[in-house]
């Protein structure tokens, strides 16, 4: 598989770098390989076009600052243009002035509509709403039956007069659904639609009529999140049709890279507001733009890593760590205690797929937590002196950690020998300043 | 500083992953595992069922040769009229290929005209590696001064959906090894309930028994979905309560199929991310017990959704690596969405397609057409300009 953006920008520059100001001949040979990484994420090859135009009148004569390589200097530039074009920050649901307000879903067939809308009222209901379900969806066999069961595990009502499977007028139900809120005392009205294809002019009238019935106060869009490079028509036929004023990107848990969403955004200008990232009904939030064009670009989601980091790791524990790290004294004890710390911010996997450059390389290589408590019983089964200085390890000694964690002579070596590894990488960073630190992990 | 941590994190971690991909001669650990990383609510704990051999995917679903070939001709004109895939496409048909014509009239040399080929290649998400190797093919054969460009390159996208057989192994069943089972695998929102219920009235018509199994017991009232088509088509259903095993469904929808002396049984299953290791897994055992007692799958067919777009070949990658996908089903093509993605995952993986999805009409299911496939997707869409 292709490597990060980074990595090969990384390379065309390895014997460029110098400062002064970036080339057109520089600028072109990176801009490629842009190009080629917005494509492969699913961006729209015409707003690729646009958008590898726009970084290329930027960063032509751009000064290669002293901090920077050329590399760098590129992405900096390619990532701010993305984050211009996606939006800095989340845009919030918009509420009505009076109550009710209506949350009108549309979407393509198997976009995630249905699931969407339970996600949804669970998450209003966390910010102290009184959402009603409103099941339009008169044509997929069974989808009223599914928002049903949905309603009850988000414990929400849902106003479902007619069993759909074919049958019912879904407009009748938009309208009576307003009088069902005012009724029961609901302030927000999630209403499903049936998947429509942009093409199919007579279901999109009848989207058109349902959102004269329930007058929405917003229509979201939701776009599965592996779109390609069909986004762009489907987001402009509803946003024709139904005058779309967001979107909802689903199933973003899977590894695409989600460059329909940079699509939908540059030519309908509409924002993406939430995302769904899992099987859950609590799978649902807010969604950060900004956090995409790493994602876009293949450079893992950092931001979302270091807010959980946070949230887990033990702030002095993490200042020690830092002070080892600068002295060079990092041991199999520490080793061990970082572990456990990585361990509590989710599943490994997860983890290492939110690191810059890692989830490509992560492709094919199982990772499993299971490793992890491999790697924990081998240093749990050396002595304190072991674990302090690996070096006094010699034979019988490993034969006994490996009879001892239940695993094999070769494992414990292995992980020695990485151990020995990791430190002298370890070595090397210690003589960067925190600055240069952050950079590498900040920037992208 | 929690930067440093993480950049800690980072190099510990690498090398442990890399160490254990680069794994030496240590005994394959492949013990019949718990699901991972329990992070789905929906999928009961896998059962340590004693791995039975897993047999690799080129040894089953191979159509056995001469045997299938006249009867699928006529299987092929009865689920659903050939014509049927050009009629649906025709709306885009006329416009074909415009980029060709351009390229005829400014020539070879005009690079302009090499661009537009190349973005309607990509518009149809045939993918950049596909695109660029197919583009420079032609360019070398336009230089060495082949005649007719259009024809050249039709050619070679055809060439590169293939002429693998397309026909599903479901015909001449030997008595003993009836019902013939089909599992229906892909992520979640490409249309497998529906196809299942599509292919289960094109079998009926073909004077074939056919029994469903829901085995999608995650997703809320699909088994509902799957019964309601049950009924428009006149096929059992076989049902287990929601969150019950999908293996034990299939355990027992095979029974009851073989009770029958049914021909075919469709499994219908969940909707999953390929990514999902646990579920993945799940998706292996369903197999696995499948095969164990029915002997190897007749077909498994991943269903692929039209406007897929670079992700389609990680799916198809990940669930032939789990299951043994021998045929895609592409659905939705009735939309805008072209669904060249398939052009690279037949290139990369060889899985032909078998069937396509037209509209949600029941009768809305061909077999695929790969002449009017790439006739549609050199088609500019009036719409995408």
Known sequence: ?444 | MVVAVLVVAAIALVPLVRGRRGADSRPPAVLDREPGVGDDPGSPPAQARPVTEVALPDELGQPGGARTIEADEAEVEEIAPRRRFRERLGRSRSAFSRGLAGLLARGADDESAWEELEEALLAADVGVATTTELIERLRRRAKAGAADLRELLRAELLDAVGSDDRSLDLDLIPAAERPGVVLVVGVNGTGKTTTCGKLALALSEEGKQTVLAAADTFRAAATEQLVLWGERVGAQVVRHQQGADPAAVAFDALASARAKHADVLLVDTAGRLHTKTNLMEELRKVRRVLEREGGPLREVLLVLDATTGQNGLAQAKQFTETVGVTGLVLTKLDGTAKGGIVVAVQRELGIPVKLVGLGEGAHDLAPFDPEAFVDALLAEDASAR
């Not at chain 1, 002095?316 to 520490?334: G, I, V, Y």
């Open chain 1, 1 to 444: 598989m292709f490597d990060s953006l980074s990595d090969r920008l990384q390379d065309i520059f390895a014997k460029l770098r110098g400062h002064g100001r970036l080339s057109e001949a520089q600028v072109d040979a990176a801009l490629r390989e842009v190009r080629l990484a917005l494509l492969e994420a699913d961006v729209n090859f015409r707003v690729v076009k646009d958008f590898v135009g726009r970084v290329r009148e930027r960063a032509v004569g751009e000064e290669v600052t002293r901090s920077l390589t050329p590399a760098q200097q590129v992405i900096k530039i390619v990532h701010e243009e993305l984050i211009a074009t996606l939006g800095e920050r989340n845009e919030p649901l918009v509420f009505a002035p009076r109550p009710p307000t209506v949350v009108l879903l549309a979407g393509l067939q198997g976009s995630g509509k249905t699931t969407t809308a339970a996600k949804l009222a669970r998450w209003l209901v966390t910010k102290h709403r009184r959402p009603l379900l409103v099941a339009c969806d008169l044509q997929r066999p069974a989808a009223v039956r599914q928002l049903q069961v949905l309603g009850e595990q988000a414990k929400v009502p849902v106003f479902a007069p007619e069993d759909g499977s074919g049958r019912g007028d879904p407009v009748a139900v938009a309208l009576g659904a307003r009088a069902e809120a005012e009724r029961t005392g609901r302030d927000v009205l999630v209403v499903d639609t049936a998947g429509r294809l942009a093409v199919d002019a007579e279901m999109m009238a009848q989207a058109a009529a349902i959102k004269d019935a329930v007058q929405p106060t917003e229509v979201l869009l939701v776009v599965d999140a592996m779109t390609g490079q069909d986004a762009v028509q489907t987001a402009l036929a509803f946003q024709e049709g139904v005058d779309v004023t967001g979107v909802i990107l689903s199933k973003l848990d899977g590894d695409a890279r989600g460059g329909a969403a940079l699509s939908i955004r540059s030519v309908t200008g509409r924002p993406v507001k939430f995302a769904t990232t899992g099987e859950k009904l609590a799978d649902f939030d807010a969604f950060h733009p900004d956090r995409l064009a790493g994602r876009i670009l293949g450079m893992g989601d950092v931001l979302t890593l270091i807010e959980r980091a946070e949230e887990t790791v033990d702030r002095e524990r993490a200042e020690e760590m830092e002070r080892k790290l600068r002295q060079a004294s990092f041991t199999l004890e520490d080793f061990l205690d970082q572990l456990q710390q990585v361990k509590k911010m989710g599943p490994l996997s997860q983890v290492l797929g939110m690191l810059p450059g890692m989830s490509q390389q992560l492709r094919g290589a199982e990772v499993d937590d299971r490793d992890i408590a491999r790697v924990e019983a081998i240093i749990q089964s050396m002595t304190p002196r072991e674990r302090a200085n690996p070096k006094i390890l010699n034979g019988s000694r490993r034969a006994r950690i490996a009879r001892g964690s239940g695993t094999t002579t070769q494992q414990v070596n292995a992980l020695v020998r990485q151990f020995d590894e990791a430190r002298k990488m370890m070595k090397q960073l210690a003589g960067m300043n925190p600055k240069k630190l952050r950079r590498m992990g900040l920037r992208m």
